[in-house]
């Protein structure tokens, strides 16, 4: 693996200190790395995709460095803010196509990349649409609340007045909303109350995911790795305000987190679905009912895991994922192509 190169796409602002350890961990086994950050290309990261004289080739740079990818390499695509860096001064339309041509390129040379790619940003973004999350889990036999994804007011009312123990909504994508001070105010999931029901109109604007309220007994995160998965729990009933949704207080609950054994079942289920969605990594969550049923809510196809590394249960995510970048054999999961 010494003369192997891994490049790693993200952002400048994606300063989580995994990164940092993954990139020494992967050179402390000999391969050369690149950190390219998509918001900084094309005003101060370079891209070259060549096919002259019957060759083909594909070069990145940034902040010096240089990577000639072939067929033993790998890219891993963590996150993206195409081209975020472009002047503001630019005239607006023509800003708004220098972006574009730049997102083409970086999906393009990715799509067309001769090495392995961890995981294609049109995977990512195929594979987070939940009503096909809804349909595949169902049809592998993974247990899915009752939903409705609707903009009908009048259908979304039937609907949560139908579920007995009451209803939530979350959004399709994760977006958040700046206030006055220009502070993120994230959309996290709601628990429906009449006052709601009353508001339902608002739907003609934007479309809105609608659940049946289930028990739970505690929540739990999948993260898969290439052929490895973990499995954490967190009793989010234990802390106000995370009832509905854990992540309001994702920082109180950081050290709360605990190792979970899966059903065998259920792991079988997720694995099939890994294989399904073609790709080596998702953060997929669940909810485990007082009776022991898994329900199945939604995969992450990008969605973020580190914190189980840096506090408990300090699962090896960095040394999985390196293990899948370089090539290590059984490190893989076998996916449908």
Same mark, same amino acid.
């Given at each position: 693996?010494?003369?192997?190169?891994?490049?790693?796409?993200?952002?400048?602002?994606?300063? %989580?200190? *995994?990164?940092?350890?993954?990139?020494?961990?992967?050179?402390?086994?000999?391969?050369?790395?690149? #950190?390219?950050?998509?918001?900084?290309?094309?005003?101060?990261?370079?891209?070259?995709?060549?096919?002259?004289?019957?060759?083909?080739?594909?070069?990145?740079?940034?902040?010096?460095?240089?990577?000639?990818?072939?067929?033993?390499?790998?890219?891993?695509?963590?996150?993206?803010?195409?081209?975020?860096?472009?002047? #503001?001064?630019?005239?607006?339309?023509?800003?708004?196509?220098?972006?574009?041509?730049?997102?083409?390129?970086?999906?393009?040379?990715?799509?067309?990349?001769?090495?392995f790619v961890m995981d294609?940003?049109?995977?990512? #973004?195929?594979?987070?649409?939940?009503?096909? @999350?809804?349909?595949?889990? #169902?049809?592998?036999?993974?247990?899915?609340?009752?939903?409705? &994804?609707?903009?009908?007011?009048?259908?979304?009312?039937?609907?949560?007045?139908?579920?007995?123990?009451?209803?939530?909504? *979350?959004?399709?994508?994760?977006?958040?909303?700046?206030?006055?001070?220009?502070?993120?105010?994230?959309?996290?999931?709601?628990?429906?109350?009449?006052?709601?029901?009353?508001?339902?109109?608002?739907? *003609?604007?934007?479309?809105?995911?609608?659940?049946?309220?289930?028990? *739970? @007994?505690?929540?739990?995160?999948? %993260?898969?790795?290439?052929?490895? &998965?973990? %499995?954490?729990?967190?009793?989010s009933q234990r802390m106000?305000?995370?009832?509905?949704?854990?992540?309001?207080?994702?920082?109180?609950?950081?050290?709360?987190?605990?190792? $979970?054994?899966?059903?065998?079942?259920?792991?079988?289920?997720?694995?099939?679905?890994?294989?399904?969605?073609?790709?080596?990594?998702?953060?997929?969550?669940?909810?485990?009912?007082?009776?022991?049923?898994?329900?199945?809510?939604?995969?992450?196809?990008?969605?973020?895991?580190?914190?189980?590394?840096? $506090?408990?249960?300090?699962?090896?995510?960095?040394?999985?994922?390196?293990?899948?970048?370089?090539?290590?054999?059984?490190?893989?999961?076998?996916?449908? %192509?």
């Amino acid at each position: 693996m010494s003369n192997m190169k891994v490049v790693m796409m993200t952002f400048s602002g994606d300063l %989580t200190s *995994k990164i940092a350890d993954l990139r020494r961990r992967l050179e402390d086994r000999g391969a050369e790395v690149l #950190r390219f950050d998509t918001d900084r290309f094309p005003t101060e990261a370079q891209v070259l995709f060549c096919q002259d004289a019957g060759r083909e080739s594909l070069r990145l740079r940034c902040d010096g460095q240089e990577a000639l990818l072939g067929p033993g390499d790998a890219i891993w695509y963590r996150r993206s803010r195409w081209a975020s860096q472009l002047p #503001r001064s630019l005239d607006p339309q023509l800003r708004h196509g220098c972006l574009l041509e730049s997102e083409a390129l970086l999906r393009g040379v990715m799509a067309a990349a001769p090495c392995f790619v961890m995981d294609p940003p049109e995977l990512v #973004r195929a594979r987070g649409h939940k009503p096909y @999350q809804q349909r595949l889990a #169902r049809e592998l036999g993974l247990a899915t609340p009752r939903t409705l &994804m609707t903009n009908d007011p009048v259908a979304a009312r039937e609907f949560v007045l139908s579920c007995p123990n009451g209803a939530i909504a *979350k959004m399709l994508v994760g977006f958040a909303v700046l206030d006055d001070e220009g502070q993120e105010q994230v959309v996290f999931t709601t628990s429906l109350d009449e006052a709601h029901l009353e508001r339902l109109d608002g739907l *003609k604007f934007a479309p809105m995911v609608f659940q049946e309220k289930i028990r *739970k @007994q505690v929540e739990l995160r999948v %993260t898969v790795i290439g052929s490895r &998965m973990f %499995t954490a729990a967190v009793d989010s009933q234990r802390m106000a305000g995370a009832e509905v949704d854990w992540r309001e207080r994702g920082v109180a609950l950081l050290g709360a987190w605990t190792p $979970y054994v899966l059903p065998p079942e259920v792991e079988r289920a997720l694995g099939r679905y890994m294989e399904r969605i073609g790709m080596q990594y998702s953060a997929i969550d669940l909810l485990v009912e007082p009776d022991g049923r898994h329900v199945f809510l939604e995969a992450n196809p990008a969605g973020e895991c580190f914190w189980l590394e840096h $506090y408990a249960p300090h699962f090896p995510l960095t040394e999985a994922l390196a293990d899948v970048l370089l090539g290590v054999p059984g490190a893989r999961r076998t996916v449908c %192509t």
